[in-house]
């Protein structure tokens, strides 16, 4: 009896630990000081606030456009190239914002790329502007919301679609009359996760220029040295992401659509011929050309003007990169498996609270987890009078798994969904301890899952670059804390070959999570 006692307790435990550094920078906040004297009164708050508040309401925008084009494209028209571009839609995942951020500033600017193609010198366009800004996000986060509403959009019956056949509808009053309404909540799903993204972004917005709440936390700590005033600054982004989730959680309540078709069967892909198919087929073309093609050939371009003196210690950073990312994209996956598997067998009401907390941290950015951890570390290595968690790959796993954590359970959650209560049962009657029925029933069962959930941190944590800057050890770089180097020291075209190696092993993970398992 006191062994099940404890294992109740497992999840809460594991819960309130994943949430310590946002707990901590609260509690530091409310007990060392208010918000320091006139600091709500400075100028750069209302600058960070006006910049984010501007970059992520034009984000949002952005990618609700090119997210419900391509999303509806994909999930409703057979055309020339359908399934080609299905997966373009998906492949900017594997670009980190500041990636394409460089890519096309390099085309963009003088003597660049695209006045070489035009042989014209006075082909120029400065980007490094919020516009600018605003269309590298849409392009680096479009795909969560293409993501989100293509199945939506793929979930619509077929009694859906023949009553709108009935009316005589075209595809455009269609899609605006039923199938955009029945896809809201998707859209706004995904635009909610691609504004959580941006908040969280620090290398595209400094290279920008553009002054975010981001770049406000590591002025206040690495340019003045001034931990109370970053903390300050963490404090209001924090109270920032909430009222975004609160609007978000009332909207959604508002957004929900129910469809009682009485059929189960999908409706069919429509085959688009003539002048349909080629419309189709050429704004497919160019939104893969804006968001996949040109940034890649950029790269790639970037390496052959670089080919005499690529700099091969990208291969060591890459193998600090795999190395980090494989060991804590492991370790977080296995712990939401623990955690879900005790929430699954021992649910208490605590255990359902610090559940939610857990998953904070994916709408918390980068730089508030590692404030959070700052203070804990600092805290006890005066206590311990070494230099123990600060600098240590403790500290930054820990980030890791506080960040991302919600990123890994969505995974394991739908896995568990997926086994029926009297497998339970039956692990009870025949397995000894908990630890029998993990390894040889639950486990075998939710390889596919856990395969995804690690995908997923994989690509997430192979782009984070604000709380790798803040925590890594000395002297340990990754790939995108190179790249983001290069880019400080303008050395743009030198960022083309580490890029490509970071996006070709982004990319692999992409496609590997698109891929449909088959089934057995």
Same mark, same amino acid.
């Given at each position: ?10 999840a809460?435990?594991f819960?309130?630990c ?15 000081s208010s918000f ?9 708050i209302?600058?960070y606030? *006006?910049d984010? !508040?501007?970059?992520?309401?034009g984000t949002?925008?952005?990618v ?11 999930a409703?028209?057979t055309?020339t ?9 998906v492949l900017?995942l ?5 990636i394409?951020g460089?890519?096309y500033v ?10 070489q193609v035009?042989e014209?010198?006075?082909?120029k366009l400065?980007?490094?502007n919020m516009p600018?800004?605003i269309f590298i996000?849409t392009?680096?986060m479009f795909p ?10 793929s ?6 679609f023949?009553?709108v056949?009935?009316?005589?509808l ?6 605006f009359k039923v199938y955009l309404?029945?896809?809201?909540p ?7 996760? @691609? @504004?959580?993204?941006t *908040?969280?972004d620090?290398g ?6 553009i002054e975010?709440?981001s770049v ?10 001034n ?10 982004l924090? !109270? ?5 989730l609160?609007?978000e959680?009332?909207?959604r ?7 009682s078709?009485n059929?189960?069967q999908?409706?069919?892909?429509i085959?688009?011929k003539g002048?349909?198919?080629?419309i =189709?087929?050429? !704004?497919?073309f160019?939104i893969?050309s804006?968001t996949?093609?040109i940034?890649?050939s950029i790269?790639? +371009?970037w390496?052959f003007?670089?080919?005499?003196t690529l700099?091969f ?6 193998l ?9 994209s492991a370790f ?6 623990f955690?879900v598997?005790?929430?699954r067998? +021992?649910p208490?009401k605590?255990s359902n ?8 941290? +994916?709408? !918390?950015p ?7 951890l ?22 930054l796993?820990?980030?890791y798994?506080t960040?991302?954590?919600a ?7 739908n896995?568990?969904?997926k086994i ?9 009657t025949?397995?000894?301890s908990s630890?029998?029925s993990i390894?040889k029933i639950y *486990?075998?069962? *939710?390889?596919?899952y856990l395969?995804s959930?690690f995908?997923?941190?994989?690509i997430?944590?192979?782009k984070?670059?604000?709380?790798t ?5 000395f002297?340990?770089d990754t790939?995108a804390v190179r790249?983001?180097e290069l ?6 075209y ?7 190696i970071?996006?070709?092993t982004? @990319?692999t =993970?992409v496609?590997?999570?698109n891929?449909?398992?088959k089934k057995?």
């Amino acid at each position: 009896m006191e062994i099940n006692n404890f294992k109740k307790y497992i999840a809460p435990i594991f819960g309130v630990c994943i949430s310590f550094p946002i707990l901590i920078l609260l509690f530091y906040f409310l007990i060392n000081s208010s918000f320091l004297d006139g600091f709500l009164r400075n100028e750069y708050i209302y600058d960070y606030t *006006l910049d984010t !508040i501007t970059l992520v309401a034009g984000t949002m925008f952005g990618v609700l456009i090119l997210g419900t084009i391509t999303s509806y494209l994909s999930a409703r028209f057979t055309y020339t190239g359908s399934t080609f571009f299905s997966i373009c839609f998906v492949l900017p995942l594997a670009y980190p914002a500041y990636i394409f951020g460089y890519t096309y500033v390099g085309f963009f600017e003088f003597r660049g790329l695209l006045s070489q193609v035009f042989e014209n010198n006075s082909l120029k366009l400065d980007i490094l502007n919020m516009p600018g800004a605003i269309f590298i996000f849409t392009i680096a986060m479009f795909p969560y919301v293409y993501i989100l509403a293509r199945v939506s959009f793929s979930n619509i019956s077929k009694t859906i679609f023949e009553l709108v056949s009935l009316q005589n509808l075209s595809h455009t009053k269609a899609f605006f009359k039923v199938y955009l309404p029945l896809a809201y909540p998707s859209l706004f799903a995904g635009a909610i996760l @691609a @504004a959580m993204e941006t *908040l969280s972004d620090y290398g595209t917005v400094l290279y920008f220029g553009i002054e975010t709440f981001s770049v406000g936390i590591f002025k206040s700590w690495y340019g003045y040295e001034n931990l109370l005033e970053a903390i300050n600054v963490a404090v209001v982004l924090l !109270i920032f992401v909430f009222s975004i989730l609160l609007v978000e959680h009332n909207i959604r309540k508002k957004l929900r659509f129910s469809s009682s078709t009485n059929s189960s069967q999908k409706a069919e892909k429509i085959v688009l011929k003539g002048k349909q198919n080629f419309i =189709a087929f050429l !704004i497919s073309f160019i939104i893969a050309s804006i968001t996949l093609f040109i940034p890649s050939s950029i790269l790639i +371009y970037w390496t052959f003007l670089d080919r005499f003196t690529l700099d091969f210690t990208a291969f060591d950073f890459l193998l600090n990169t795999l190395t980090l990312n494989i060991f804590s994209s492991a370790f977080i996956v296995m712990l939401a498996f623990f955690i879900v598997y005790f929430l699954r067998f +021992y649910p208490t009401k605590i255990s359902n609270v610090t559940h939610k907390m857990s998953m904070l941290g +994916y709408s !918390i950015p980068g730089a508030v987890v590692a404030v959070g951890l700052l203070i804990i570390s600092n805290y006890v290595d005066k206590s311990l009078g070494i230099m123990f968690f600060g600098g240590s790959f403790i500290v930054l796993i820990f980030a890791y798994t506080t960040r991302y954590f919600a990123a890994s359970i969505g995974s394991v959650e739908n896995g568990f969904s997926k086994i029926p209560s009297n497998i339970d049962d039956v692990s009870k009657t025949f397995c000894k301890s908990s630890r029998e029925s993990i390894f040889k029933i639950y *486990l075998p069962l *939710l390889k596919p899952y856990l395969l995804s959930g690690f995908l997923i941190l994989y690509i997430d944590i192979a782009k984070e670059l604000p709380a790798t800057l803040i925590l890594r050890p000395f002297n340990f770089d990754t790939l995108a804390v190179r790249i983001y180097e290069l880019a400080s020291n303008e050395m743009l075209y030198k960022t083309g070959f580490p890029s490509l190696i970071l996006v070709i092993t982004t @990319a692999t =993970a992409v496609i590997f999570l698109n891929k449909k398992p088959k089934k057995r």
